[in-house]
T-cell receptor, first 113, second 114 residues
Framework: DSGVTQTPKHLITATGQRVTLRCSPRSGDLSVYWYQQSLDQGLQFLIQYYNGEERAKGNILERFSAQQFPDLHSELNLSSLELGDSALYFC????????????FGEGSRLTVL | AQTVTQSQPEMSVQEAETVTLSCTYDTSESNYYLFWYKQPPSRQMILVIRQEAYKQQNATENRFSVNFQKAAKSFSLKISDSQLGDTAMYFCAFMSLGDDKIIFGKGTRLHILP
C-alpha cells in the first residue's frame, strides 16, 4: 500500500459527460502529480501541484482541469468527454517539490462509451 | 525539454536468467534523479530503484542494479536471477532538480518465461 488513495477505482460514462477523479496523497506529502495512461501506453504527465499551487503543466487538454485543496487532496476534472479519454488516470505524491520518488495510487480507470 | 527513450518495447527471458533493460535520456542539466518503476499486470506502479546523478556509484536493490553512465546519458536496469514475478512493464523516469516534472519513457514489457 503506497498510502495514496484514488477514487473511484472504475468509472464508466458516456461521451460529452463530465467526471471528477479524486486523490488523497500520502500523509505529509505536499506534491501531487496526475498522469494519464492509455491502453498499453506510457504515462503522460498532465499536471502537478505543490501545497495548493500549480507548479508544472504537461500535455493536459483544455477540457481537463485540476486543483489541490487546503487539506492537500486533489481533484482532476474531465469534461466534454470523448472516446479517446478512456484511460487509467494515476495520481502520485511525494514529500517536497523536487525531492524523492513518486508514490502512486492504484489509478482510476475511466471508460467513455 | 527532457526526453526519456526506452528502445526495447518488449523482451522475453527464461526464469533465472539475467536481463538488461535500456534507457537513455536527454537533458542539459547536471543535477537530476533517475528511476525505474515496475508496473505488473495489476497496473500498480512500484518503484524498483533510484539513482541520484551526483552519485558515481551505481544503485543496487537486491537482484536489481543499474548501470548509470552520466556522460552517455544512459541508465540501464539489470535484473539478476529473474523470477516469474518480475513479469511486468518497466518504466524509466527522469526528474530534474530545477523542474517539477517527472518524465517517463514509453516502457519495456518484460516477460519472464518458466
Amino acid at each position: 500500500d503506497s498510502g495514496v488513495t484514488q477514487t473511484p477505482k472504475h468509472l464508466i460514462t458516456a461521451t460529452g459527460q463530465r467526471v471528477t477523479l479524486r486523490c488523497s496523497p500520502r500523509s505529509g506529502d505536499l506534491s501531487v502529480y496526475w498522469y494519464q495512461q492509455s491502453l498499453d501506453q506510457g504515462l503522460q504527465f498532465l499536471i502537478q501541484y505543490y501545497n495548493g499551487e500549480e507548479r508544472a503543466k504537461g500535455n493536459i487538454l483544455e477540457r481537463f482541469s485540476a486543483q489541490q485543496f487546503p487539506d492537500l487532496h486533489s481533484e482532476l476534472n474531465l469534461s466534454s468527454l470523448e472516446l479517446g479519454d478512456s484511460a487509467l488516470y494515476f495520481c502520485a505524491s511525494r514529500r517536497g517539490r523536487n525531492t524523492g520518488e513518486l508514490f502512486f495510487g492504484e489509478g482510476s480507470r475511466l471508460t467513455v462509451l | 525539454a527532457q526526453t526519456v527513450t526506452q528502445s526495447q518495447p518488449e523482451m522475453s527471458v527464461q526464469e533465472a536468467e539475467t536481463v538488461t533493460l535500456s534507457c537513455t535520456y536527454d537533458t542539459s542539466e547536471s543535477n537530476y534523479y533517475l528511476f525505474w518503476y515496475k508496473q505488473p499486470p495489476s497496473r500498480q506502479m512500484i518503484l524498483v530503484i533510484r539513482q541520484e546523478a551526483y552519485k558515481q556509484q551505481n544503485a543496487t536493490e537486491n537482484r536489481f542494479s543499474v548501470n548509470f553512465q552520466k556522460a552517455a546519458k544512459s541508465f540501464s536496469l539489470k535484473i539478476s536471477d529473474s523470477q516469474l514475478g518480475d513479469t511486468a512493464m518497466y518504466f524509466c523516469a527522469f526528474m530534474s532538480l530545477g523542474d517539477d516534472k517527472i518524465i517517463f519513457g514509453k516502457g519495456t514489457r518484460l516477460h519472464i518465461l518458466p
